[in-house]
C-alpha cells in the first residue's frame, strides 16, 4: 500500500524552469526593472517549492560632506536575490512563501559633485535575510508552456527595506 501511494505521488511531480521580468519598488526607492530565473518543483496537486536568482536593485538618497560642504546625492545598490519558497497550487491564484536572501553585488553614485568624482561604494554587511510573499495566477500558453504574473512583497530584516512589486514569470514544464 505504502508503495502503491507513493508512486501514485510521484506520477504527480511537475518540474519547470523559468525565467522572469520584474518592476520593483523598495522602501523609498524609485521603479526598478529586474530579471531572473527560477526552478519549481510541484510534488502534489497542492504542495510543492521553488527557488532563483534575481538580479534586483533600489536607489536613494543621502547627504554627504566633503571639506565642510554638504551634498545631496543619489546612488544605486544592486543586489543578487535568492529566495526559497514553498508554493501551494490553486485553481483560483498560487500563493507561495519562504525565506530570500539579499547579497550586495555593488553601488554606485548617480549624482556628480563639483570638482569631485564619485564612483561605486561598498556597504556591509553583504548579505541581509528577508521573508517573500507572492500571490500569481498562472495562465497555460502552450502544453509545457505558462505565463505566471505575480505580485510580490518581500520585507528584508535588519536592514529598513522592502520590496514590492509585480513579476511576469515565463514558465517551461520539462517533465509531467
Request: charged share 15%; glycine share 8%; hydrophobic share 35%.
Amino acid at each position: 500500500m505504502l508503495l502503491l501511494s507513493s508512486i501514485s505521488m510521484y506520477s504527480q511531480k511537475q518540474q519547470f524552469v523559468s525565467v522572469n521580468l520584474s518592476g520593483m519598488l523598495a522602501t523609498y526607492s524609485s521603479f526598478r526593472p529586474g530579471y531572473g530565473i527560477a526552478y519549481e518543483e510541484k510534488l502534489s496537486k497542492h504542495h510543492g517549492y521553488e527557488f532563483g536568482l534575481n538580479y534586483r536593485s533600489k536607489t536613494y538618497t543621502s547627504i554627504i560632506t566633503i571639506n565642510n560642504n554638504m551634498y545631496l546625492t543619489d546612488g544605486i545598490e544592486s543586489y543578487l536575490n535568492l529566495p526559497v519558497s514553498y508554493k501551494f497550487y490553486s485553481d483560483i491564484v498560487n500563493l507561495s512563501t519562504g525565506i530570500s536572501f539579499d547579497c550586495f553585488v555593488g553601488g554606485k553614485y548617480l549624482t556628480t559633485v563639483p570638482t569631485i568624482t564619485l564612483g561605486t561604494f561598498d556597504i556591509s554587511p553583504k548579505l541581509y535575510v528577508g521573508w517573500n510573499f507572492k500571490i500569481g495566477k498562472e495562465i497555460s500558453l502552450a502544453e509545457k508552456l505558462i505565463l505566471e504574473p505575480e505580485l510580490q512583497y518581500n520585507p528584508v530584516f535588519n536592514y529598513g527595506y522592502s520590496f514590492y512589486g509585480a513579476t511576469l514569470k515565463l514558465k517551461y514544464k520539462f517533465s509531467k
